[in-house]
């Protein structure tokens, strides 16, 4: 199985500020990889899939980018409704595989 | 708009069985992949199960393989989770989430609220 890793395991920022997670897999999954942003309570959202793509409707602000193993996930300017946690996961291969999250919230 | 809703969770005792369904509007189902992902209480998402748009293709998590059946019924726009020899491990609110295709791996563009399914005696 394809393992996930991310990093930080959480972070704090101040609002405005540029928020970086990075997400590394354990073998070649091309661009097979999404994220996704949980808000408490609520279900899982997509924000970017096939690593950079921004699904329609999400704010500008967030991007992706990488391919391989590595890939890195950015909040360019960070707003209060930005509170979750933030998923990678990939879909290379059976079975899909999420990270373990980044938590985010305002310093 | 797209809808998913989930039913058939509870409390269950360890060894028992439980069947998961997920009603699915909005969208033609016969022409997506579903899958099933589980969250613990105060853990991350856990992919559970997939199926493709014809159930030519389905996996399974290699926590839930041999004990969890995965199976849809497009004629009802239906997704179902068949859950056997149930865990506390297992103890979970489960999403049904629909992708973005109709291949069993790719996007998930939306999910369900979820049904909370606690395994204890």
């Known amino acids: 199985d394809i393992q996930m890793t991310q990093s930080p395991s959480s972070l704090s920022a101040s609002v405005g500020d540029r928020v970086t997670i990075t997400c590394q897999a354990s073998?070649?999954?091309?661009?097979?990889l999404n994220w996704y942003q949980q808000k408490p309570g609520k279900a899982p959202k997509l924000l970017i899939y096939?690593?950079?793509n921004l699904e329609t409707g999400v704010p500008s602000r967030f991007s992706g980018s990488g391919s391989g193993t590595d890939f890195t996930f950015t909040i360019s300017s960070l707003q209060p409704e930005d509170i979750a946690t933030y998923y990678c996961q990939q879909y290379d291969n059976l079975p899909v595989t999420f990270g373990p999250g980044t938590k985010v919230d305002i310093k | 708009e797209v809808q998913l809703v989930e039913s058939g969770g509870g409390l269950v005792q360890p060894g028992r069985s439980l069947r998961l369904s997920c009603a699915a509007s909005g969208f033609t189902f016969d022409d997506y992949a579903m899958h099933w992902v589980r969250q613990a209480p105060g853990k991350g998402l856990e992919w559970v199960s997939g199926?493709?748009?014809?159930?030519?293709?389905?996996g399974y998590a290699d926590s839930v393989k041999g004990r969890f059946t995965i199976s849809r019924d497009n004629a009802k726009n239906s997704l179902y989770l068949q859950m056997n020899s149930l865990r506390a491990e297992d103890t979970a609110l489960y999403y049904c989430?629909?992708?973005?295709?109709?291949?069993?791996?790719?996007?998930?563009?939306?999910w369900g609220q979820g049904t909370l399914v606690t395994v204890s005696s």
């Open positions: 989430a629909k992708l973005a295709g109709p291949a069993v791996a790719g996007s998930i563009d939306y």
């Open positions: 199926i493709s748009w014809n159930s030519g293709s389905i």
């Open positions: 096939d690593a950079s």
């Open positions: 073998q070649d999954i091309s661009n097979y």
